[in-house]
């Protein structure tokens, strides 16, 4: 800068800045430290007479955020960026002018965070989600903007209490939605745990003014058995000559609420536990101290954990325990080294600090950073829409994982509960498309099985194989949800188009027309009446119950006055012709359970297709009211396929009974898929079978096979 600037009157802007230097000769080089007051300089000039709305200068804020960065010991860049963060924004500086005085680099970021600032989650959950994506684009390219606008986040967060209520909590709301997941998610757990306090307090001021009352009546009690607890530990530790530094853990208010609201237990389960922790010098005092507090206390079984073998999604690594302290009373555990604690307090900022000095030292959640944002990119190019894709990512951003093996022998980390299928997704989308089967350490097990901890699974796939719709209601990753979603979106598609086509030409033939005979200004004319561009896509609309045939079809050829009797006597057409088994817009109901052979009617249900049901299954009479919806059907008289149907068998009771039948059925050529079974008294059983039969031919024969064992007492196609 050319001219004398001037020097920011206030003292307390004087005493932020000085402190802020402080701290950053601590870590950089003083060349930096002075392209840093430079551009504390521009900023303060850029900003000079702005207030915030608090009264203090605008200065004050930027600085701050500053701080928060040094805090986590961020590179010159990223400081820089934090002092100037709002320039752009707020005083109308040119983003070429930051380029010029500083870098193309610190520009990037400013401008970055200033995009991110643009970005208001409002309640409409479209938008939201729109902005969601933005955000994760704009992380995407340097994931320092998400650092800066995180830190500049907290600050506000520190300094709510002067905005209007209705701003603080839509700002608290957003915070503890988006903002603390987001840290959490980039392991910066300081971050996070300061935004949850605070968005909490903010959003819910009661049941935090309650709740933290509660904490510190409880507290008291604590007390005694807590300095127990505490100097037994650190007895042992002495004893063996462990160099360590014993932490205990408070529990964290927003953390309690979580657990209590989501009926985890009540407050004195939920807070009645004690946590320390202990960090140490290397990996391997880490092992020996867990060995140390087993040998103090015993361990809870199945509550130990290994995080430094097998780090958390976002580069967290520790051991954790819990054992049986006096008086039963649960005491958690964690053991790290120094340098898992700094990554667990600022996770990926961690990297910054890291690379002058170690760069052998891989970092772990950067590379893991990185790699999510690269899935995060794939997930939103396969998402239909926003609101999808944030869905999806909203699985991802609250992760509870189990580590699995491939037969290679890699590790893939899934969430709790996932399945097979997640897997099968997880090492490669075509994998996941076509799997047909699973080994869970080899051993054949259905697709949906939820895999736990150390299983080896292999995926058996077969050319040709497709997604199933039912996978929908068990995967639990969100890649393999958007996959499936993809692929049967275009799949209920080009079925929809087809029995919207087959719908609109039966319904033509009923007033003596037909779809070949129909003009192109006929259509076009339709068409542009309904707002479709496309043949296809009027005919989908249809097919997915969305738009009456009938009524398209009279649109397509009208009716002349008087000749409408005449038409409903003669007009007489085949029925439409069921030829599949069930696929994504041709449904066989429940209710009824229809198979080949049985007498079936057709229900148009909106957004859904075609529901199937028997002519006599008793929930018809609901829908007697909605003739219009109804549709004349057929079998087609070859139709290939297994059907499900429901049995009943009414046994007295008998060693191995269930296997005779079972036996019998499978001599049939039925597969059983389900078996209920209810004891009535000691001596008679019912049970429900659902099996897998072609036809009625075939339910037919099955019923003879079972009813001749002597212990069968009677036997019933159920519909219930
Ligand atoms: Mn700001």
Not at 258 to 287: M, N
Not at 378 to 387: D, H, I, T, V
Not at 429 to 443: F, H, W, Y
Not at 692 to 711: S, T
Request: with cysteine; glycine share 6%; aromatic share 6%.
């Amino acid at each position: 800068m050319a001219s004398p600037v001037p020097i920011p009157d206030s003292e307390a802007s004087r005493f932020l800045i000085s402190d802020l230097l402080d701290l950053l000769e601590s870590y950089l080089e003083t060349e930096q430290v002075r392209e840093i007051y430079r551009a504390y300089l521009f900023g303060a000039e850029a900003h000079e007479g702005q207030m915030r709305i608090s009264g203090e200068p605008y200065i004050y804020h930027p600085i701050e955020v500053a701080h928060i960065l040094a805090d986590m010991r961020m590179d010159a860049e990223s400081i820089i960026a934090g002092i100037l963060h709002d320039v752009i924004e707020d005083t109308g500086t040119l983003k070429e002018t930051v380029t010029s005085e500083f870098s193309e680099d610190v520009a990037e970021l400013v401008d970055g965070v200033s995009k991110l600032t643009q970005i208001k989650f409002e309640s409409q959950a479209e938008a939201q989600a729109e902005n969601f994506r933005k955000m994760i684009l704009a992380m995407v390219r340097d994931i320092r903007v998400i650092l800066v606008k995180l830190a500049d986040r907290l600050h506000n967060m520190r300094t709510l209490g002067v905005m209007r209520a209705e701003k603080r909590r839509r700002i608290a709301r957003e915070t503890l939605e988006i903002y603390a997941p987001i840290a959490n998610r980039l392991g910066m757990n300081q971050i996070r745990l300061e935004l949850e306090e605070l968005g909490f307090a903010a959003l819910y001021p009661m049941r935090y003014r309650v709740l933290s009352d509660a904490v510190k009546k409880a507290r008291g009690n604590r007390k005694e058995i807590l300095n127990k607890i505490e100097s037994a530990i650190q007895h042992r530790l002495d004893e063996e000559q462990l160099s360590c530094r014993l932490l205990s853990r408070e529990k964290h208010l927003y953390s309690l609420y979580k657990k209590i609201r989501d009926r985890v237990g009540s407050f004195t389960e939920v807070f009645d536990v004690y946590a320390f922790r202990v960090i140490v010098d290397s990996v391997d005092t880490c092992y020996r101290v867990l060995g140390k507090m087993h040998n103090l206390y015993k361990p809870v079984p199945g509550k130990f954990k290994d995080y430094i073998a097998i780090p958390k999604t976002n580069g967290y690594q520790s051991l954790h325990t819990v054992l049986f302290g006096p008086y039963g009373v649960p005491i958690e555990v964690q053991i790290r080294s120094e340098d898992m604690e700094r990554v667990a307090e600022v996770g990926i900022a961690a990297h910054w600090l890291y690379k002058s000095s170690e760069k052998a030292r891989s970092n772990n959640a950067q590379t893991r950073a990185r790699e999510w944002l690269r899935e995060l990119l794939e997930m939103q190019r396969n998402a239909g829409n926003s609101l999808e894709f944030l869905e999806s990512v909203k699985i991802d951003l609250f992760p509870d994982e189990v580590y699995v093996f491939t037969p290679a022998g890699d590790i893939l980390e899934l969430p709790r509960g996932a399945t097979a299928v997640d897997f099968a997704y997880a090492v490669h989308t075509d994998v996941g498309n076509t799997c047909i089967a699973a080994k869970i350490d080899r051993r054949l097990a259905p697709l949906r099985t939820p895999l736990l901890n150390g299983q080896t699974v292999e995926v058996i796939t077969a050319t040709g194989a497709h997604p199933n719709p039912a996978w929908l209601n068990f995967v639990s990753t969100a890649k393999a949800r958007t996959n499936i979603r993809h692929y049967l979106k275009n799949l209920q598609n080009d079925e929809a188009t087809e029995l919207g086509q087959r719908l609109l030409d039966k319904a033509l033939h009923n007033i003596n027309s037909a779809l070949a005979d129909i003009q192109d200004e006929s259509f076009e004319r339709v068409m542009a009446e309904c707002g479709f561009k496309s043949r296809e896509s009027l005919y989908a609309d249809i097919g997915l119950g969305n738009r009456m045939a009938m009524l398209v079809a009279r649109r397509l050829v009208p009716v002349e006055e008087g000749s409408e009797e005449k038409i409903r006597e003669t007009g007489h057409s085949k029925p439409l012709a069921i030829r599949d088994t069930e696929g994504m817009v041709v449904h066989f109901a429940r209710c009824c359970r229809p198979i080949p052979g049985d007498a079936i009617v057709g229900f148009i249900s909106s957004g859904r297709g075609l529901v199937i049901h028997t002519e006599t299954c008793k929930n018809l009479t609901d829908f007697r009211r909605r003739p219009e919806k109804w549709i004349d059907v057929e079998w087609q008289p070859d139709i290939k396929g297994e059907f499900p149907a429901e049995i009943r068998v009414d046994v007295s009771n008998q060693k191995g009974i269930l296997a005779t039948i079972a036996a019998e059925i499978s001599a049939t050529g039925s597969n059983i898929e389900n078996v209920s079974i209810e004891e009535r008294d000691g001596l008679d059983t019912s049970m429900n079978f659902t099996v897998a039969v072609h036809d009625r031919r075939h339910l037919a024969r099955v019923m003879r096979c079972v009813r001749k064992l002597p212990a069968v007492m009677r036997i019933s196609r159920s519909k219930s």
